[in-house]
């Protein structure tokens, strides 16, 4: 595997479609983000979404004049509009989609520029629906989104349940801005493949706390973050994900919908979790920061200051890693991850071998904008092969895609 980089020549072209609804006024964070991002971002409002949105204010956030019905006929260099852009699109986002929008697409209507332009292109399709709970549920509306799913176009963004516009509280709400712009970064990466599917994959994360008392722990800055970036480029690309994890904030954990999560605390938990959950795992990922050692008691009351061991005594915790490896079927594929400081690749080549890996991903925790707690990382992935691949820094989504890109062209 040759070194990797994240560089390209022209910005991605996404275009954004905005149907009727209240929810429309969050896409306007995700128009915003894009062209900050130095992303080529066009806008198509529907005349039921120009009621809630000015076509100025896209206009504006994506410093590109927005689309309406009354440009539907205009012609750009000689060519209809909706041929233009739907041959321009790398990505087209529909959100809010909405009830009525949602029945066009699903038949194949095209009434307007927004459902002309997607019958005129052939590139992904993401969609936020976003409407009141009964309409959500009605058996024609539920028919419509199966059925469109149906087209491997297609990608879902499911609705989330809360309080609605309407004062209602159930599913309706649209995906949140950075659930969407996650899902956006995913497919034009991936370009809508879904080269994971028919895959469960078994991800841990974060970090484990070994208990003095209740109020005090052995443990690392690992937030989690990586591993949560793992599982969603793994669901975006059509795979199963179950992920374990350690203690997150909670803003985190509001981004794992459509995964199975469960969450522990100590390294014997997350050892009783992986294995629990390994007979059913295809790849199994060991990304959490855990814990070597534990004290050797553990008070129940906090234990005052005065009361403190001088010395501390420390137990070993359970090798989760060397078990998964003894324990699972020929077919399994584990991958580690190792945290490193100074020379990043030999005690992961180490590690590799002694733990019976098919490959490690060895990371620098000792440099900036990498490691523990950030947005950003670089990596080295090592496999029992012999394949090298420098992840140059990046954003840890897209590190994760290029993880997932590498393992599937060694094979695994």
């Given at each position: 595997?040759?070194?990797?980089?994240?560089?390209?020549?022209?910005?991605?072209?996404?275009?954004?479609?905005?149907?009727?609804?209240?929810?429309?006024?969050?896409?306007?964070?995700?128009?915003?983000?894009?062209?900050?991002?130095?992303?080529?971002?066009?806008?198509?409002?529907?005349?039921?979404?120009?009621?809630?949105?000015?076509?100025?204010?896209?206009?504006?956030?994506?410093?590109?004049?927005?689309?309406?019905?009354?440009?539907?006929?205009?012609?750009?260099?000689?060519?209809?509009?909706?041929?233009?852009?739907?041959?321009?699109?790398?990505?087209?986002?529909?959100?809010?989609?909405?009830?009525?929008?949602?029945?066009?697409?699903?038949?194949?209507?095209?009434?307007?520029?927004?459902?002309?332009?997607?019958?005129?292109?052939?590139?992904?399709?993401?969609?936020?629906?976003?409407?009141?709970?009964?309409?959500?549920?009605?058996?024609?509306?539920?028919?419509?989104?199966?059925?469109?799913?149906?087209?491997?176009?297609?990608?879902s963004l499911e609705p989330g349940s809360g309080i609605l516009a309407c004062d209602r509280i159930g599913t309706g709400?649209?995906?949140?801005?950075?659930?969407?712009?996650?899902?956006?970064?995913?497919?034009?990466?991936?370009?809508?493949?879904?080269?994971?599917?028919?895959?469960?994959?078994?991800?841990?994360?974060?970090?484990?706390?070994?208990?003095?008392?209740?109020?005090?722990?052995?443990?690392?800055?690992?937030?989690?973050?990586?591993?949560?970036?793992?599982?969603?480029?793994?669901?975006?690309?059509?795979?199963?994900?179950?992920?374990?994890?350690?203690?997150?904030?909670?803003?985190?954990?509001?981004?794992?919908?459509?995964?199975?999560?469960?969450?522990?605390?100590?390294?014997?938990?997350?050892?009783?979790?992986?294995?629990?959950?390994?007979?059913?795992?295809?790849?199994?990922?060991?990304?959490?920061?855990?814990?070597?050692?534990?004290?050797?008691?553990?008070?129940?009351?906090?234990?005052?200051?005065?009361?403190?061991?001088?010395?501390?005594?420390?137990?070993q915790v359970p090798d989760i890693v060397a078990d998964l490896s003894q324990k699972r079927s020929p077919h399994q594929?584990?991958?580690?991850?190792?945290?490193?400081?100074?020379?990043?690749?030999?005690?992961?080549?180490?590690?590799?071998?002694?733990?019976?890996?098919?490959?490690?991903?060895?990371?620098?925790?000792?440099?900036?904008?990498?490691?523990?707690?950030?947005?950003?990382?670089?990596?080295?992935?090592?496999?029992?092969?012999?394949?090298?691949?420098?992840?140059?820094?990046?954003?840890?989504?897209?590190?994760?895609h290029q993880i997932w890109d590498a393992l599937l062209q060694a094979g695994f």
């Amino acid at each position: 595997m040759a070194s990797s980089s994240t560089a390209v020549d022209a910005p991605r072209r996404v275009l954004i479609g905005i149907s009727g609804g209240i929810a429309a006024y969050k896409i306007c964070s995700v128009i915003s983000s894009l062209a900050k991002a130095g992303l080529a971002v066009r806008v198509v409002l529907t005349q039921q979404g120009q009621a809630f949105i000015p076509p100025l204010t896209v206009a504006t956030l994506a410093r590109h004049p927005a689309y309406t019905d009354e440009n539907f006929w205009q012609a750009t260099q000689g060519r209809p509009l909706h041929i233009e852009l739907g041959e321009w699109a790398e990505l087209l986002v529909i959100a809010p989609l909405s009830a009525n929008t949602l029945g066009k697409l699903a038949y194949g209507l095209a009434d307007n520029l927004l459902t002309n332009t997607v019958l005129a292109s052939t590139c992904p399709v993401l969609l936020a629906p976003a409407m009141n709970t009964d309409m959500w549920q009605q058996q024609a509306v539920q028919r419509n989104w199966h059925q469109l799913l149906q087209d491997p176009r297609y990608h879902s963004l499911e609705p989330g349940s809360g309080i609605l516009a309407c004062d209602r509280i159930g599913t309706g709400r649209m995906a949140e801005p950075e659930d969407i712009l996650t899902h956006i970064h995913s497919l034009l990466h991936s370009g809508g493949r879904r080269d994971l599917s028919g895959k469960h994959l078994l991800i841990s994360t974060g970090s484990t706390r070994e208990f003095l008392d209740p109020v005090r722990f052995i443990g690392n800055p690992a937030s989690g973050k990586m591993g949560v970036a793992l599982a969603q480029a793994a669901l975006h690309r059509g795979a199963t994900v179950t992920l374990v994890h350690g203690p997150m904030d909670e803003s985190l954990k509001a981004r794992l919908g459509g995964i199975q999560t469960i969450s522990i605390t100590t390294a014997e938990e997350m050892h009783r979790a992986m294995l629990t959950n390994l007979p059913q795992a295809d790849w199994i990922v060991m990304a959490a920061a855990v814990a070597d050692v534990k004290p050797a008691t553990q008070a129940s009351t906090k234990l005052a200051k005065a009361d403190l061991p001088e010395a501390l005594p420390l137990t070993q915790v359970p090798d989760i890693v060397a078990d998964l490896s003894q324990k699972r079927s020929p077919h399994q594929r584990l991958i580690g991850f190792a945290a490193q400081t100074g020379d990043i690749v030999s005690p992961a080549l180490d590690k590799l071998q002694r733990k019976g890996l098919d490959a490690i991903v060895a990371n620098p925790v000792d440099v900036a904008g990498s490691g523990f707690g950030g947005d950003r990382n670089q990596a080295v992935l090592l496999t029992k092969t012999g394949d090298q691949l420098t992840i140059s820094p990046c954003t840890k989504l897209e590190m994760a895609h290029q993880i997932w890109d590498a393992l599937l062209q060694a094979g695994f």
